[in-house]
């Protein structure tokens, strides 16, 4: 089993920096793509950043330029610095792995954090 533990959220003001991170910890082979995504009140959740197992990022276009997603494989965490936050940035976030459980398949699950609170006041 895979668990994903999200840290680093919060209240801030308009403007200012947060940094997420999400450890993974369980049993299994490797890690291979790690994701956010943000979830606000009434809406769907939605892609924020995606990151490769060889640190390939895409973002979504209403973070690019504001957000970096990185990662350090030794320790199977994924980070998303958020700078010049928004109100509209208010949302909970989900750090999300594809992991590939069994080094002799290459069969992968997706597995997802808790979520954890970003609020960002105007």
């Known amino acids: 089993q895979v668990q994903l533990v999200e840290s680093g959220g919060g209240l801030v003001q308009a403007g200012k920096s947060l940094r997420l991170s999400c450890a993974a910890s369980?049993?299994?082979?490797?890690?291979?793509?790690m994701g956010w995504y943000r979830q606000a009140p009434g809406k769907q959740r939605e892609l924020v950043a995606l990151?490769?197992?060889?640190?390939?990022?895409n973002y979504a276009d209403f973070v690019k330029g504001r957000f970096t997603i990185s990662r350090d494989n030794v320790k199977n965490t994924v980070y998303l610095e958020m700078n010049s936050l928004k109100p509209e940035d208010t949302a909970v976030y989900y750090c999300?792995?594809?992991?590939?459980?069994?080094?002799?398949?290459?069969?992968?699950?997706?597995?997802w954090g808790q979520g954890t609170q970003v609020t960002v006041s105007s």
């Open positions: 999300s792995a594809n992991v590939r459980l069994r080094g002799w398949s290459l069969a992968s699950d997706d597995y």
């Open positions: 369980g049993t299994f082979f490797s890690i291979n793509r």
């Open positions: 990151i490769t197992s060889d640190s390939r990022t």
